[in-house]
């Protein structure tokens, strides 16, 4: 069974304020003790880098996950 969120690339850690990929499989990244309410899925980096707006984005990327 499929979690609704699978097909999202990436994910927004609104507590750190740090964008992962959501498949990242980077231990320092810590996507397994995040908790779900401070996770935010996008399909596409550009949306996560939007988010919540372009003029103010809450987050930046993950420097282990995403390296540039
Ligand atoms: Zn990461």
Redesign the pocket.
Known sequence: MDKPQNHKNYLVNTNSK?I??AN?T?G??K?ESMRDEYKVYFDTLEEAMAYPSKERPLAKK?S???KN
Do not use: A, E, T
């Open positions: 740090k992962h990929l990242s980077d320092r990244c996507i993950c282990f996950c995403l």
